[in-house]
């Protein structure tokens, strides 16, 4: 991390007198077990195996003093699996300063934001990378080096961030499903700018609500989180090379609140050295709420993702419509269900899930997590995933 | 309560005072708003509180599951509440944090933080019936009392619990809202609900609301220490102890927005 970051954080630490009836202090965990089956042996060497199992520990460490004024956060993230020694991973979640005033507040050190309003992709959520290896829509993301400064305002929250360090994605290894046929040899990255992972990147973003409507506007510009690929040989293996190019991007997110209605935008424009382009992903979701005369709620959804690049664009939904069902029991247990599908326009594929959990007891979560795929289209991304159709139960233990 | 209806809200409580003194007849309907008023005139200028509840859930074959929530709460005048809630309990929405702004016509503004996620959602209003946490009580259960939610009709004194009672009907004005009808049994001496008796949209009783233990605060806000909510439909029941009410603590609004969101612990 930063030099410049570790001493903002080792000097706010030192100058703040701690006395031991002025400390809190926190600790919590969670622990995850992962047991997945997958319907075939995958299409890809290595990958001829059709269950996986994982844990992940994921403690919190929290302390707070100076009357809640300051307070600093430590989440460390472990993952180990059984197959794939890229998923076998740490990261630090968040290992953070905050110092709070009446209407501003400095966050300093890795931290994760979250920017957006839509389900099936979230366009504006740029400050964090990817931790690809977590699973395909869990949106996990790794610790994101930052200074931001949040004000709050009578007409809005501006963030100003300065974000030192680039963190580049996580990638499935040689023995790991939801891959391509050429694995991403992490040794041969390259980035656009000379300062490669030290350059320093910089967004802004406003936020408000009024009545019904909650909008965000924001501007990034610095390293893509979202890197392109290219084919090389190594070693006389091809693999691909990983290269992270220099963008600018603003965006809009809004929702309006309404009734029974959400209704939901993200719109970007991205200028970066081989595109500038219009992305979006809008929609909406509906809930009927007490079905049936009893306490459960039914939300249907739907969404389209557009990108201006077509079948060029790295998203995965770049003409694609997203459709889906959410029932939520409002029981003890708080079970819900979600199902959903995802048509491309473009390939005629298609993604279908399921997405079930509840409470066990006071200190458990069990979760099952299905997915199939469907595609016929080998341009489509989705055609490497065809034989990754799998059953993922996931049980996590609070502590 | 927007001008007009306080207007006419005032006219009417002038109205019955006069009319209480020259002891002509007022309506049920009068009566019951009155009496209801006084509910609201009693409990204003508390200006914000500090609350922990612990919920305890029991379903049909008594196992029980427990909630556990810390609270702030703003008092707006001419509007409903703001307020701030911070799940403990259970383990899994620990952190979880919930911003309401409420307010006496129209829908609220609320907003969920969900922490592993780092999101905040806006969520919809409309939900006023539904349980709040899987417990016996929904959102409008929990809600801050306001006299433009509904009309009123007395019905007749009754002795209660801590003495004598007023039986008033309250009739939701809330298209959304999950009863036909509910009975408040209110105490003459303090103006306190003690009882209330909820009735479903089909008018049948469905649930009975007893408030114990009233602490008094301030020297002028009574608050029950207490809450026993029993479905009679289900047979399930939520219990809501109260502790460590705090009156009086200096919050403004600026601790009510989504940055305040984010970092309620």
Same mark, same amino acid.
């Not at chain 2, 919809?124 to 019936?129: C, D, I, P, Q, T």
């Not at chain 2, 001496?189 to 003690?194: K, T, V």
């Given at each position: 991390m930063n030099k410049i970051a570790w001493i903002a954080i080792g000097a706010g630490l030192l100058t703040q007198p701690l006395s031991a009836n002025e400390l809190f202090f926190e600790a919590t965990a969670k622990v995850s077990t992962e047991v997945s089956l997958f319907a075939q042996q995958g299409?890809?060497?290595?990958?001829?195996?059709?269950s996986n199992l994982s844990v992940a520990l994921e403690p919190e460490f929290f302390w707070e003093w100076n009357d809640a004024s300051d307070n600093l956060t430590f989440k460390p993230f472990f993952r180990i699996d059984q197959r794939d020694s890229n998923r076998s991973h740490a990261d630090i979640r968040e290992l953070s300063w905050v110092h709070l005033a009446d209407d501003w507040e400095l966050r300093t050190g890795f931290r994760k934001v979250f920017w957006g309003v839509t389900e099936?992709?979230?366009?504006?959520?740029?400050?964090n990378q990817s931790d690809?290896?977590?699973?395909?829509?869990?949106?996990e993301k790794l610790g994101q080096p930052m200074l931001n400064l949040s004000l709050v305002r009578d007409w809005g929250i501006v963030d100003l961030f300065v974000l030192p360090g680039f963190r580049e994605q996580t990638y499935v290894g040689n023995?790991? =499903?939801?891959?391509?046929s050429l694995v991403v040899d992490e040794d041969s990255t390259s980035y656009q700018?000379?300062?490669?992972?030290?350059h320093v990147d910089v967004a802004a973003r406003w936020s408000h609500s009024f009545d019904l409507y909650d909008v965000g506007l924001h501007w990034y510009k610095g390293t893509n989180r979202a890197p392109q690929y290219q084919v090389i040989s190594k070693d006389g293996t091809d693999v691909l090379k990983a290269n992270y190019q220099q963008m600018e991007q603003v965006g809009i997110d809004a929702q309006a609140t309404i009734d029974n209605w959400l209704l939901k935008s993200e719109v970007i424009y991205q200028d970066n050295p081989t595109d500038n382009y219009f992305a979006s992903q809008m929609g909406f979701e509906y809930t009927y709420y007490g079905?049936?005369?009893?306490a459960a709620d039914l939300g249907i959804l739907m969404e389209y993702g557009y990108d201006?690049?077509?079948?060029?664009?790295?998203?995965?939904?770049?003409?694609d419509i997203g459709v889906g069902a959410r029932l939520a029991l409002n029981d003890t247990q708080s079970s819900s269900v979600l199902v959903g599908m995802i048509h491309d326009l473009d390939y005629n594929s298609n993604s279908f899930s399921i997405e079930a959990d509840r409470r066990i007891g006071e200190n458990w979560k069990a979760t099952l997590r299905a997915r199939v795929f469907s595609a016929d289209?080998?341009?489509?991304?989705?055609s490497n995933f065809t034989k990754d159709d799998y059953v993922k139960l996931i049980f996590d233990r609070y502590f | 309560m927007n001008f007009k209806t306080l207007t006419g809200t005032l006219i009417a409580a002038s109205v019955m005072a006069l009319s209480a003194n020259s002891a002509l007849a007022e309506t049920p309907e009068q009566k019951g708003l009155a009496i209801s008023e006084q509910v609201v005139v009693r409990d204003n200028g508390w200006v914000d509180m500090l609350a922990s509840m612990k919920m305890v859930l029991r379903n049909k074959q008594g196992q029980e599951s427990v909630r556990e929530i810390r609270m702030k709460v703003l008092e707006v005048a001419d509007d409903g509440d703001k307020s701030l809630s911070i799940f403990?309990?259970?383990?899994?929405?620990?952190g979880t944090a919930f911003l309401s702004f409420s307010h006496t016509q129209g829908a609220d503004d609320q907003w969920l933080y969900l922490p592993a996620l780092k999101r905040v959602k806006r969520i919809?209003?409309?939900?006023?019936?539904g349980p709040f946490m899987g417990s016996e009580f929904s959102f409008e259960d929990l809600a801050s009392f306001e006299i433009a939610k509904y009309t009123y009709k007395y019905i007749e004194d009754q002795a209660c619990d801590i003495g004598q009672c007023f039986v008033v009907e309250q009739y939701p004005?809330?298209?959304?809202?999950?009863?036909t009808k509910r009975v408040v049994w209110i105490d003459k001496?303090?103006?306190?609900?003690?009882k209330t008796d909820f009735y479903d949209r089909k008018n049948s009783l469905l649930k009975t609301l007893t408030s114990l233990d009233y602490q008094q605060y301030k020297g002028k806000y009574w608050r029950a220490s207490t809450m026993k909510m029993v479905n009679h439909q289900s047979k399930k029941s939520t219990d809501l102890q109260w502790v460590?009410? =705090?009156?009086?603590?200096?919050?403004?609004?600026?601790?009510?927005?989504k940055n305040t969101l984010k970092r309620a612990r």
């Open positions: 299409q890809f060497d290595n990958q001829n195996y059709r099936y992709q979230n366009l504006v959520d740029v400050i690809t290896v977590e699973g395909l829509s869990k949106g023995d790991g =499903r939801f891959r391509s700018s000379s300062k490669g992972k030290k079905i049936q005369e009893s201006q690049r077509g079948k060029k664009a790295s998203a995965l939904l770049q003409n289209d080998k341009d489509d991304v989705v | 403990d309990r259970p383990r899994d929405v620990k919809a209003s409309r939900n006023k019936s004005t809330d298209k959304n809202s999950g009863y001496a303090e103006y306190r609900m003690i460590d009410y =705090r009156f009086g603590n200096g919050l403004t609004e600026s601790d009510f927005n």
